[in-house]
């Protein structure tokens, strides 16, 4: 692949990143208008949620194994098609055990598609010697940030069917006019290093875990975004279903906006201060967003959430990729699935929570859980070692491209 071709499969992958977002954003505005769909409470809403996690996370464990068969670009050209069609089923299911099926497929199609962007974003870092992964999640937040506003106004006006066969054609298209231009290695390629993520399911270094459970903590507050801010501010801030919907549309805009200068504020400050910072600032943002006296402030405060949360958990990968003793590969991994059962499983038991404390008394509690990260900061030092594609050119062996 010479230097064209890369930064074309740079683009793609980005693009893809932005498609996945864009469901993801279009989704979060649906989450409500479950329960009136569906006569359901918030606690069977919750377990909903909890089904959508699970078919992620199971569905992540076997993404790899088809990855290294098949390669990184054919698997993600198949799930990115497949998730692009996912959000119609989930609106369109006519009962409970319609729905049930329905979103754990939603679940593994968007987290199969996750598991195969990054891989491919892994190996366009190769050919063009240089770290896209920070930004590539920042088209992700980008597109997180499009999906919630546009769908939330599309819902208030023409209703959440319409809105959700758009959303489908919109990331079909997107994913179609990127699939020419992905690049990636050769699947004979991809099926020597795939090992690695089966190694790294059980290690037993007591300060990866850390990292892992550091992630995990970064993480269920994007869940919790995601999930449920749309539903607080319309029960407990009397918002209507446009300004609902941007809570989480306005906290992806942030990330994205950090994302992108996300590898400049760590080249100068260092990764443990920056941490440090974005934890204390995503958690007044979330405590603002708690004690908010009406919708719009706190959607203001899901915004600053969303600053302090958008480079969290890239400097926490980082750091797992420079764990002494350990093959990076094997290290991130671990990370990273512990890390990604904050966003997708966690956030269920928000719901159990909220009806019994109500969500002001829950967002305050999950802002505490940031500042527990900021204060365990000195413990990402790793991540300014090496530059990432270093570490992950010497967790396969090889040297860097």
């Known amino acids: 692949m010479n230097q064209i071709e890369a930064r074309r499969g740079r683009w793609a992958v980005a693009a893809m990143f932005g498609a ?54 054919a698997m993600l050209r198949a799930f990115a098609l497949s998730a692009s069609a996912a959000l119609p089923m989930v609106v369109f299911a006519p009962s409970l055990t319609v729905l049930a099926p329905a979103m754990a497929l939603l679940g593994a199609l968007i987290g199969c598609m996750d598991v195969a962007m990054n891989a491919n974003a892994v190996e366009v870092e190769r050919r063009l010697g240089r770290a896209i992964m920070s930004s590539s999640h920042g088209f992700w937040s980008l597109g997180g940030f499009v999906g919630g506003a546009s769908g939330a106004w599309v819902i208030a006006h023409w209703g959440a069917a319409p809105q959700a066969v758009l959303v489908a054609l919109v990331s079909a298209v997107i994913v179609l006019a990127a699939m020419p231009f992905l690049r990636g290695e050769p699947p004979e390629r991809s099926a020597a290093q795939t090992d690695l993520p089966r190694m790294g399911l059980l290690p037993r270094a007591p300060g990866l875990w850390l990292l892992g459970l550091m992630a995990l903590l970064s993480m269920v507050p994007e869940g919790a975004v995601l999930d449920w801010a749309a539903l607080y501010l319309q029960k407990e801030l009397g918002s209507d279903v446009f300004r609902s919907g941007l809570a989480f549309a306005f906290f992806a805009g942030a990330m994205a906006i950090m994302r992108f ?141």
């Open 20 to 73: 996945n977002g864009f469901v993801m954003g279009a989704w979060a505005p649906q989450i409500p208008l479950l329960l009136p769909r569906h006569q359901i409470t918030e606690a069977m809403l919750g377990l909903l949620i909890l089904v959508l996690g699970l078919g992620a996370v199971g569905a992540m464990l076997f993404a790899g194994r088809l990855i290294a068969r098949f390669g990184a670009v």
């Open 261 to 401: 200068a996300g590898d400049g504020l760590r080249n100068r400050f260092g990764a443990v201060r920056t941490l440090r910072v974005s934890g204390l600032v995503a958690a007044a943002g979330l405590c603002g967003a708690a004690v908010a006296p009406d919708d719009l402030t706190a959607v203001v405060c899901f915004a600053l959430a969303g600053l302090g949360v958008a480079n969290m958990v890239p400097i926490m990968f980082s750091a797992a990729g420079n764990y002494p003793g350990m093959a990076s590969g094997t290290a991130i991994s671990a990370v990273t699935m512990v890390g990604y059962a904050g966003i997708l499983v966690a956030p269920a038991s928000i719901g159990f929570v909220a009806e019994h404390v109500g969500f002001r008394i829950t967002y305050a509690a999950l802002s505490g859980l940031l500042v527990i990260v900021a204060l365990l900061a000195g413990r990402v030092a790793g991540a300014d070692e090496v530059r990432p594609i270093t570490a992950d050119a010497q967790t396969h062996g090889k040297s860097p491209a």
